[in-house]
């Protein structure tokens, strides 16, 4: 998506959290050193603290959370809501649900609930798919049927990565509800990804209960499992004598609790024979959480994939969620050290896909940190969670062992909650962005920091949900339509307090190898269509291809597919533009030759950021070619840019908005709508993350 530029970001950045809540957001113009920024309302919602903001009618109405999310964090705050309300207002109403759980109309009750939105941005400033049919209803509704309701809204957004759609769909789903004649309770509140988000969320959520705190009366008033479905290794094979020798070592080696602890866990441990490490058969449990129902083990193996709960009420894996043979797996580069780029190749004779599209990837936690967490908790790493009795808050699968539920089902490598760091810290005044964000710091860190036991239930309701994985699908489907490259690079660096770090998805896609024996690992994944991503249906429009690291993912695919269709017929002009770190970084050079002989490309530039005596990035690239841009542009060619969000895609944006105003002798405000036409035409495509 299309970004209001470096310049704007830079502005952004240099105010607080709380600015950036209460800024105003209407034709007011922003001044930096070299630019004028003209924010228009169609983008920029008119902020809250303009608006009406109501006093609750009632202090026992109850409460429904209702969320739209893409990628799961709203959903993981919705939740988080919904259990620190629980145990704020245990008497208190409550229920949570997704957009799509109800038709539109069905969803709302107006003067029976107090109305909770939770929602984040997709696409290009496009709502969830799983509230695109409420939403759309939502902003279509003519009549002012929503007297009585009353509501609040959290938005999650991206200021860094994309500002120009930042927080958009909350942002016009709390106008819109204003304007049928619904009744706003709290201001509404905008995460920022860019920023700290969890932080963001953490201030609202408090805003929230303490609003509802105010109308509060005091207290004082009234299937079979095969053996290609299951590791069966040595670390895995561990009796409870063995766990109980682990634990004690863990106790030793962190201390013991303090009395006020010791009190508290008597009071929080119940009976739980043949799954308890202790001598006495009791297991932690929670002060905060309802307790999960164990059952001792049945084996100690351990299922690679969760493909057995397809078409369960336990069903983990999105429908379409297919399993992909892995045919290569290889680092591209010759030197390119621990962070190069990888290429793995996906089988799987009955998916579909296009050019552009998305793979969707489950991953799975490192299994040295999965044991680290089971090393310190209490019970059989191979009981299982029972199918029933369970707390109807519980969200992921039953039936699995808990070593099975912490590798698939939670992200051990996620940040933990304020609130949850909170509790693992013992502290309500932790500064979370310096001690917790900005550092990386894991759960993990924290319980060994301030050497705490945690019960299962503890770690299981906070921990965040592990969330699939999306990747750029680099091949075409025209050349190869049963299989799937990827191309990855794995994230592995150390934090600012020197522990290391590896991003979750990519260690696990590169411990996935291929011997050519006919034998395959596998991977769980599905195909999420890309359909405003294609090349255009005449293969004479001209052709712009930018893209920096593994954004050369996509860029990829295209090409490969302009190769097939060299053979068929005549091809317009295309011009690559692609960035490496360095020489040693630089992967695809011969395929890219390649298409140039056939005619697939006209000419490629490569530029590398260090390693070289003449590095440069590739937004100077396209600066130094400004003319040929600009004819491009003109000329109706289409672009395609790929790569991170929040420093190559916003520095070539800006280097768009310099040609523009250069060559188009535009000034800035012209210059950014002229771009922004040319994404509502689908003449800029982009494909961006980080």
Same mark, same amino acid.
């Given at each position: ?6 310049a ?11 600015a ?6 209407? *034709? ?14 169609d ?23 209702l ?22 207002y245990?008497d ?7 957009w799509?759980?109800a ?13 909770? #939105? !939770? ?8 709502p ?5 049919? #409420? ?21 999650l ?6 500002? @120009?759609?930042?927080?958009?769909i ?15 309770? !709290? ?17 609202? =959520? ?17 299937r ?13 094979? =561990?009796d ?24 508290? !866990?008597?009071? @929080? ?6 799954? /308890?490490?202790?001598?006495? %058969? ?7 959480f ?9 084996? %100690?193996?351990?299922?690679k ?13 999105? *429908? ?8 290569g ?6 030197? @390119? ?12 004779? +009955? =998916? ?14 490192? +299994? ?45 490598? @996620? ?16 500064? &979370? ?11 993990l860190?924290?319980?060994? +920091? ?42 592995k ?5 020197? =522990? ?20 395959? /690992?596998?991977i ?6 890309? /359909? ?8 004479e ?6 893209a920096?690291g $593994?954004?050369v ?34 992967? &695809?050079? +011969? ?12 000419d ?18 396209v ?18 840019? $790929? ?24 000034? #800035? ?7 922004r ?9 982009? *494909?961006?993350? *980080?």
């Amino acid at each position: 998506m299309f970004t209001l530029g470096a310049a704007k970001r830079r502005l952004f950045s240099q105010v607080s959290n709380i600015a950036k809540r209460n800024a105003l957001r209407d *034709d007011n113009v922003l001044h930096s050193a070299k630019t004028i920024l003209t924010i228009r309302p169609d983008v920029w919602m008119q902020k809250s603290w303009l608006s009406t903001v109501k006093a609750l009618s009632s202090n026992n109405q109850p409460i429904k959370i209702l969320y739209a999310s893409q990628t799961g964090t709203a959903k993981l705050f919705a939740h988080l809501l919904n259990e620190e309300l629980a145990s704020k207002y245990p008497d208190r109403e409550l229920s949570i649900s997704e957009w799509k759980d109800a038709a539109p109309e069905e969803l709302l009750e107006p003067k029976k609930a107090l109305h909770v #939105f !939770l929602t984040s941005v997709a696409g290009v400033g496009e709502p969830p798919d799983n509230g695109r049919e #409420f939403y759309n209803w939502i902003m279509s509704k003519s009549d002012s049927s929503l007297s009585g309701l009353e509501y609040a809204v959290f938005g999650l957004g991206s200021s860094a990565g994309h500002a @120009a759609y930042y927080n958009v769909i909350g942002k016009s789903l709390d106008k819109r509800l204003e304007e049928l004649g619904a009744s706003r309770v !709290l201001e509404i509140g905008l995460g920022d990804d860019g920023d700290c988000i969890e932080d963001d969320f953490d201030s609202w =959520m408090e805003g929230f209960v303490n609003l509802l705190k105010e109308k509060t009366p005091d207290d004082g008033e009234s299937r079979d499992v095969g053996v290609e479905d299951v590791i069966d290794d040595e670390a895995g094979k =561990m009796d409870v004598v063995q766990q109980r020798e682990q634990l004690q070592l863990h106790q030793i080696r962190h201390g013991s609790e303090s009395s006020e602890m010791k009190e508290r !866990l008597e009071e @929080a441990k119940v009976k739980c024979p043949g799954v /308890a490490l202790s001598d006495d %058969e009791m297991r932690m449990t929670s002060n905060k959480f309802p307790s999960l129902k164990l059952r001792p083990r049945e084996s %100690e193996l351990v299922r690679k994939h969760l493909f057995h709960l397809n078409e369960s009420p336990d069903q983990f894996y999105a *429908d379409g969620t297919v399993r992909f043979d892995v045919i290569g797996n290889k680092l591209l580069g010759v030197d @390119a050290g621990e962070t190069g780029i990888h290429e793995l190749k996906l089988a799987n004779p +009955q =998916m579909t896909y296009e050019t552009g599209d998305h793979l969707v990837v489950y991953p799975q936690n490192s +299994q040295c940190i999965v044991e680290a967490y089971l090393d310190m908790l209490d019970v059989d790493r191979h009981a299982i969670i029972a199918e029933d009795g369970q707390p109807i808050t519980y969200q992921y699968p039953k039936g699995l062992t808990v070593y099975e539920t912490m590798t698939h089902c939670v992200d051990l490598g @996620a940040l933990p909650s304020p609130s949850f760091a909170r509790m693992i810290t013992g502290r309500k005044d932790i500064d &979370y962005k310096a001690e917790v964000a900005y550092p990386r710091r894991t759960a993990l860190d924290l319980i060994l +920091q301030y050497d705490r036991r945690l019960s299962l239930e503890d770690l299981l309701f906070q921990v965040a949900p592990m969330k699939p994985r999306y990747y750029s699908i680099a091949s075409s489907n025209i050349k190869h339509p049963n299989e799937i490259r990827l191309v990855y690079r794995r994230v592995k660096y150390v934090s600012k307090l020197g =522990m290391l770090r590896e991003g979750i998805c990519t260690n696990y896609l590169s411990h996935k190898g291929y011997l050519g024996t006919g034998k395959y /690992a596998h991977i769980a994944a599905y195909v999420n269509t890309n /359909a405003t991503f294609r090349l255009p249906k005449s293969t004479e429009t001209p052709l712009l291809f930018i893209a920096g690291g $593994c954004g050369v993912a996509p860029i990829r695919g295209l090409v490969e597919e302009r190769v097939a269709l060299a053979q068929s017929g005549k091809l317009g002009p295309a011009t690559l533009y692609i960035g490496f770190r360095s020489p040693d970084d630089e992967v &695809y050079r +011969q395929r890219f030759e390649e298409a140039i002989h056939v005619g697939a490309l006209t000419d490629a530039h490569m530029t590398y950021s260090s390693g070289s005596s003449d590095k440069s990035v590739v937004s100077d690239a396209v600066l130094q070619h400004g003319d040929r841009v600009w004819k491009h542009f003109e000329d109706g060619g289409v672009t395609f840019l $790929c790569g991170g969000a929040r420093a190559f895609g916003a520095a070539v944006e800006s280097a768009f908005l310099n040609i523009v105003q250069e060559h188009g002798k535009k000034d #800035f405000v012209a210059a950014e709508q002229y771009l922004r036409t040319m994404i509502k035409n689908g003449r800029l495509m982009n *494909d961006l993350a *980080d």
